[in-house]
């Protein structure tokens, strides 16, 4: 208990102090180099690994990784899979434009190049569709949780279908991605206050999680290209999480 209470009480200030250097670091890039999308890559994934190495992350990868820029499309189980992500080609993400005024990770996001969606707006399809485009010719993967809200598992929510849509009318590429942690606690779901939250499960020594990737699609029809992703991220989801299942039996048996 006390070891999970100082993990915490360091970590969490940590994680604090590395998006606010590295949101200034993005600042200072854009100012002199512009949004060259390798600079910016070689920093979101240098503060990926700093953050791997204080909060004690562990990602197990399974599946290969697109070689080409394509839509990674993944379920949703907590507030840090966004960095448990990993990725060949330069990544931005689609988020709520709500989120865009959030302090340090709202703009450190913005100069990652995110792609911020109005729900409530009639032109939003099209404005997202041009900006997601965009973004692939300009050799940018792209990361979407299409369930919208994260869910505990290990089954997955019905996807959002906007951006399948999208997908299909302009011919982008969709590779679906399913992630599964080993402690499911870790969601952050329900009416549950996320400081007390955070400081609970980021006193844990290692947060372990597996990442595995399916097959890329490039279908003519929304629908369709919803129907196989769903399915592949589901049926594997809940693969992954037997594998954890059978793992902490053993661990309790040793």
């Not at 080609?89 to 302090?103: A, D, I, L, M, Q």
């Not at 279908?219 to 999480?241: I, N, Q, S, V, Y």
């Amino acid at each position: 208990m006390i070891a999970r209470f100082l993990r915490s009480s360091y970590r969490i200030p940590g994680f604090l102090f590395l998006s606010l250097a590295y949101t200034l670091k993005l600042g200072i890039v854009h100012i002199i180099h512009g949004a060259d999308r390798h600079r910016i890559h070689r920093i979101l994934i240098e503060f990926i690994h700093r953050v791997y190495a204080l909060m004690g992350i562990r990602v197990f990868v399974q599946g290969e990784l697109p070689e080409e820029p394509s839509i990674l499309m993944g379920n949703h189980r907590s507030y840090v899979d966004a960095v448990m992500i990993p990725a060949k080609t330069p990544v931005v993400f689609v988020g709520r434009v709500e989120s865009k005024s959030w302090p340090i990770i709202g703009w450190g996001a913005t100069l990652l190049g995110t792609i911020w969606v109005n729900r409530k707006s009639k032109e939003s399809r099209k404005e997202t569709r041009e900006s997601v485009k965009q973004r692939l010719q300009d050799g940018f993967g792209i990361v979407i949780f299409p369930e919208g809200t994260t869910h505990v598992g290990p089954d997955v929510l019905e996807y959002r279908p906007s951006m399948f849509y999208i997908s299909a009318e302009g011919g982008f590429p969709v590779t679906p991605i399913a992630i599964e942690y080993k402690d499911p606690n870790i969601a952050w779901v329900g009416q549950s206050m996320f400081v007390p939250h955070a400081w609970k499960q980021f006193g844990a020594k290692h947060i372990d999680v597996k990442v595995s990737y399916g097959p890329t699609y490039c279908l003519p029809d929304g629908g369709e290209m919803l129907e196989k992703t769903r399915a592949w991220t589901e049926k594997e989801a809940l693969r992954l999480r037997r594998e954890w299942d059978e793992q902490i039996a053993e661990e309790r048996k040793g």
